[in-house]
């Protein structure tokens, strides 16, 4: 079993930047693929990045590419996503989702993944 927790949300302006963590318990953590995903009132869950088991490979969503970037640290069972360049639209509820198996990076449907954590608002001004 593993327990998901994001922190880092809040209110930036339009260009800003916010710094997401993601927080887990279960000492498998680290062999799972780890996906970043959010949803914004109205619309539904997508996904934005992920990192695999070890760290090296990652994917991300055509919206967000140059300008997050998403990393763990094993050791602390931790999963960050730097988020720069912040524009209104990516304005939502983030959500942190660990897959619950050892697997490629590449899954990007929300069903794919196992644990999630309650989700963290982010919100751009413009």
């Known amino acids: 079993q593993v327990h998901v927790v994001e922190s880092g949300g809040g209110l930036v302006q339009d260009g800003g930047s916010l710094r997401l963590s993601c927080a887990a318990s279960?000492?498998?953590?680290?062999?799972?693929?780890v996906g970043w995903f959010r949803q914004a009132p109205g619309k539904e869950r997508a996904f934005v990045a992920v990192?695999?088991?070890?760290?090296?490979?990652?994917y991300y969503a055509d919206s967000v590419k140059g300008r997050f970037i998403i990393s763990r640290d094993n050791a602390q069972n931790t999963v960050s996503l730097q988020m720069n360049s912040l524009k209104p639209e990516d304005t939502a509820v983030y959500y942190c989702?660990?897959?619950?198996?050892?697997?490629?990076?590449?899954?990007?449907?929300?069903?794919?993944?196992?644990?999630w954590g309650q989700g963290t608002q982010v919100t751009v001004s413009s």
């Open positions: 990192i695999g088991g070890s760290g090296v490979n990652t």
């Open positions: 279960g000492r498998t953590f680290s062999i799972y693929p």
């Open positions: 989702a660990a897959r619950g198996a050892p697997g490629p990076v590449g899954a990007v449907a929300p069903s794919m993944y196992r644990y």
